[in-house]
C-alpha cells in the first residue's frame, strides 16, 4: 500500500508542477522530505474575495493508506474563516473526510480549499466564533478576515484602526496574536475584549 | 387483508400487509388474537413485541430480501440495496420499481444520476487512476458507472472502508461518482479474506438493523438481542435475555406518560442547566419543627423526625398530615397569575423557578427509585436470615419482593410525570393531570411507607395499598399516555 502512496504522490507532484494553475502562481507545491510522505502547499487567496492578495502555507501529511484515505491537511498560516480553525489551522471540508475518493488528487485538494475561501460554508463550521461573526455581521467578518489576511499572509489591505486597538491593549500588558483574536472575536469592540481578556 | 400475487395492477401502495407475511410467523404462534386485542384495552402499557437472536433477524432479512428478488427477477444483492434504502419496505419498492426501474436504480445510487455512455476501449492496456499502474483491460472492473479500476485498488478500497467501519454506504472511487458498490460486488473482491468478509457482514447487518424501523437493538452492555415490533410505538419493551426495558420507538430509557420529543428536550434542559439545579442534590434537610438535621436514607418522601416525631413531606417540608388528603399539592407548581406583566428580570426568575419546581421532583423520584433498591437489598438479607431460622419460606415472603416491585414501577412512571407536567400548557386538561399526579403520589408515598415496614405491616393492608397504587397508575396512563 505504502508503496501505491509514494507512486502517486511522485505522479501527481508533477502534475501540480506542469499545471496551469502553477504557471498562474495560484496554487504551489513542494515536498518536505524524500519519502513522499509530506509536502507543503500554498495557495493564493481568490480575487474580489477578503483573501486577496494574500498567500496561505498548507501542511499536507500523506497517509500510508493514500490515496485510498485523504491526505491530512492544516492551514500553517493563521487564518479567519469559519470552516478553517484560527487556532489549529484545521480544515472542515467534505472530500478532507467522507467525500474523498480514490481519484482525487493533491490537485483538487489544493483547488478545493481555494474554493473553501471564495464560499464559506457557516452551517457547517469549524470556528464557532468566526461562524457566528459570518452569519451575524458579514460586514465585520470581511474586515476581520482582510486583516488577518494581511497580518499573516501578507495581504495588501493595511487597516490602521484595528492596528490601533491592537496597540492598545499591548500597551495593557497582552501579547499581540492574543489581543488580535480577543478583539476578532467581540466584533473590534475595545471595551468587551478587554473586559474579557481580564476576566 | 390477502393481496393478491398475480395482479400486479391492483397494487396499492398503502397496503402494506404483503411484506408481513415473514413477521405473521413471529407473531402467531403464541399469542390468539383475542387475547391481544383485550391486553391493549385493559393495560394502557401493553405492547405485542418479540426479542429475536441474531440469526432470526438473520432470516427475517433474508426471506424478505428473496422474496423481493423472486417478484422483481433482481439479484438478491439488489434486492438488499433497494430495501435498504426503503426502510425494508417491500411493498414500497415493487411499486416504484414497476413504475419506474430506472428512476428507483438511480435513487437508490445503484446507477448514476445520468446514463453512462459506453466507452470504446479501443487498446488492450489501460492506465488505473488510482494506482496509476498500467495494466491489461481484463484486470480492471466497474460498477454501473463508466469508472474502471483494477481490481487490487477495489479490493484494497474495500479493506480501507470495511476498516473504519463503512459498509452498505461504500461507493465508487471517482471523484463525485455516488454509485454504490453492492455486497456481492464487495464480497467478490475479497475471497481469501476471511475475517474482513465476516466484519463487512457483521456491519452490513448492523446497518440493516438500524435502517429497519420494526427492529432495535437492545441497548443492554453486550446484549446481542434484537427486539422486533410490527407497531412503532413509544412503549416499553423488556429484553428477555438481559431485562434492559427501553422505549421501542426512541431506544432511550422508558419515559411514558411523556412522549418521546418532551422526554429529549427535558433531558437535554437538564444537561444544560445542571449546575443551576447542583444543589438539590442535597441528602440532607432541617426538620420544619426542630430543626434537627434529617438525613434520607429510604426512598419514602414521608419523613418523620429521629428527634422529636414529627411527620413532614421531604419535597416540600409540609406538614404529612395535609398530605394525606384531597388537598395534597405538593407536585402541583402554582403559577404567578399576573406574570405577563411583570418585568423580563422577573419573569425569567418565574421560569427558573417553574423548571426548579418540576426537576427537584424529577431527580427526587430518581433518587428515591435507587434507595428504594438499596432497601429492597436490605429486606432480601432479613429474609434470607428469617427463612433461615424457619420464619417461614421464601415463597411466603415473595409478597413483599412483589410490593418492593410494584413500587419502583409506580414510582418510575411518577417520575416520568413531572416532564409531562412541565411542558403541558395551563387549563383543565393540565388541572386532571395534576390532580391524578397528586393522587399518585400520595399512594406511592404510602406504599414506600409500607413496604419499609414491610414485616410489621399487615399483609393484607400491604396487598390492598398496592392494589391502589397500581390502580391510580394505570388510570393516569390511559388517560394521558397518547400512542
Ligand atoms: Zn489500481
Ligand atoms: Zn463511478
Ligand atoms: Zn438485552
Ligand atoms: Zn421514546
Ligand atoms: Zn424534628
Ligand atoms: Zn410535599
Redesign the pocket.
Same mark, same amino acid.
Given at each position: 500500500m505504502a508503496n501505491i502512496a509514494a507512486q502517486r504522490i511522485k505522479r501527481e507532484f508533477k502534475e501540480v508542477i506542469k499545471s496551469e494553475e502553477v504557471a498562474k502562481c495560484a496554487i504551489k507545491l513542494e515536498l518536505v522530505d524524500d519519502n513522499y510522505t509530506e509536502l507543503r502547499g500554498e495557495i493564493a487567496g481568490p480575487p474580489d474575495t477578503a483573501y486577496e492578495g494574500g498567500n496561505f502555507l498548507l501542511e499536507i501529511k500523506v497517509p500510508e493508506t493514500y490515496p485510498f484515505n485523504p491526505p491530512k491537511v492544516r492551514f500553517m498560516t493563521r487564518i479567519w474563516h469559519p470552516n478553517i480553525s484560527s487556532v489549529t489551522g484545521a480544515i472542515c471540508l467534505d472530500i478532507l473526510k467522507d467525500q474523498w475518493a480514490a481519484a482525487m488528487t493533491l490537485r483538487t485538494v489544493l483547488l478545493s480549499l481555494q474554493a473553501l475561501l471564495s464560499a464559506a460554508e457557516p452551517d457547517d463550521p469549524q470556528d464557532a466564533v468566526v461562524a457566528r461573526q459570518y452569519k451575524e455581521n458579514l460586514e465585520m467578518f470581511k474586515l476581520t478576515a482582510r486583516h488577518w489576511t494581511n497580518v499573516y499572509a501578507g495581504g495588501p489591505n493595511v487597516n490602521p484602526e484595528c492596528d490601533e486597538k491592537i496597540k492598545r491593549l499591548i500597551d495593557m500588558g497582552i501579547e499581540e496574536h492574543q489581543a488580535r483574536v480577543a478583539l476578532s472575536s467581540y466584533n473590534w469592540d475595545l471595551e468587551r475584549a478587554t473586559e474579557q481578556l481580564f476576566s | 387483508m390477502a393481496t393478491s400475487q398475480g395482479n400486479d395492477s391492483d397494487m396499492d401502495c398503502s397496503d402494506n400487509e404483503d411484506c408481513y407475511d415473514d413477521y405473521n410467523d413471529y407473531y402467531n404462534d403464541d399469542n390468539s388474537d383475542g387475547e391481544q386485542l383485550d391486553m391493549s384495552k385493559t393495560d394502557p402499557e401493553y405492547f405485542d413485541y418479540k426479542c429475536l437472536s441474531e440469526e432470526e433477524v438473520e432470516r427475517l432479512l433474508n426471506e424478505t430480501v428473496e422474496s423481493l428478488s423472486n417478484r422483481l427477477f433482481i439479484s438478491p444483492s439488489l434486492a438488499k440495496v433497494l430495501l435498504h434504502s426503503h426502510e425494508w419496505n417491500s411493498n414500497e419498492v415493487i411499486c416504484k420499481y414497476k413504475e419506474n426501474p430506472q428512476q428507483t436504480l438511480i435513487a437508490a445510487k445503484i446507477d448514476p444520476p445520468t446514463p453512462s455512455k459506453s466507452i470504446i476501449v479501443t487498446s488492450t492496456y489501460l492506465s488505473c487512476p488510482v494506482c496509476i499502474t498500467t495494466l491489461n483491460i481484463d484486470k480492471f472492473i466497474k460498477l454501473n458507472c463508466t469508472h474502471m479500476f483494477c481490481k487490487d485498488c477495489w479490493t484494497t478500497h474495500f479493506e480501507v472502508q470495511i476498516a473504519q467501519g463503512i459498509s452498505t454506504a461504500i461507493s465508487c472511487m471517482a471523484k463525485d461518482c455516488v454509485v454504490l458498490a453492492p455486497e456481492d460486488f464487495v464480497l467478490k473482491h475479497l475471497q481469501h479474506k476471511t475475517s474482513i468478509r465476516e466484519k463487512y457482514q457483521h456491519f452490513t447487518f448492523r446497518d440493516y438493523v438500524k435502517s429497519h424501523p420494526e427492529l432495535r437493538f437492545c441497548p443492554g452492555p453486550n446484549c446481542s438481542v434484537i427486539i422486533c415490533s410490527r407497531e412503532i410505538k413509544?412503549k416499553r419493551v423488556v429484553c428477555d435475555k438481559c431485562n434492559t426495558g427501553f422505549?421501542?420507538?426512541?431506544? #432511550?430509557d422508558?419515559?411514558a406518560p411523556t412522549? #418521546?420529543q418532551v422526554?429529549k428536550k427535558w433531558l437535554t434542559k437538564c444537561a444544560d442547566d445542571s449546575e443551576t439545579a447542583n444543589y438539590i442534590s442535597a441528602h440532607t434537610k432541617d426538620c420544619p419543627k426542630c430543626h434537627i438535621c434529617i438525613e434520607k436514607n429510604g426512598g419514602c418522601n414521608h419523613m418523620q423526625c429521629s428527634n422529636c416525631k414529627h411527620d413532614f413531606c421531604w419535597m416540600c417540608l409540609g406538614d404529612w398530615k395535609s398530605h394525606g388528603s384531597e388537598y395534597y399539592e405538593c407536585s402541583r407548581y402554582r403559577e404567578n397569575p399576573n406574570i405577563a406583566h411583570e418585568s423580563a428580570h422577573a419573569q425569567a426568575r418565574e421560569a427558573l423557578k417553574k423548571y426548579l419546581h418540576y426537576y427537584e421532583r424529577w431527580e427526587n423520584h430518581s433518587k428515591s427509585l435507587k434507595l428504594e433498591e438499596q432497601t429492597l437489598e436490605k429486606l432480601r438479607t432479613r429474609i434470607n436470615k428469617k427463612v433461615m431460622s424457619g420464619l417461614g419460606t421464601w415463597i411466603d415472603w415473595q409478597y413483599l419482593f412483589t410490593a418492593a416491585n410494584l413500587l419502583a414501577k409506580c414510582r418510575y412512571t411518577l417520575q416520568y410525570t413531572y416532564p409531562f407536567a412541565y411542558y403541558m400548557d395551563t387549563g383543565p386538561r393540565k388541572e386532571l393531570f395534576e390532580y391524578q399526579q397528586a393522587q399518585l403520589e400520595a399512594e406511592i408515598e404510602n406504599l414506600s411507607w409500607k413496604v419499609e415496614r414491610a414485616e410489621t405491616t399487615d399483609r393484607g393492608d400491604l396487598e390492598n395499598q398496592m392494589d391502589i397504587a397500581e390502580k391510580r397508575r394505570t388510570t393516569l396512563l390511559k388517560d394521558f399516555l397518547d400512542v
Open positions: - | 413509544a422505549c421501542f420507538k426512541c431506544g #432511550c422508558y419515559h412522549d #418521546c422526554i
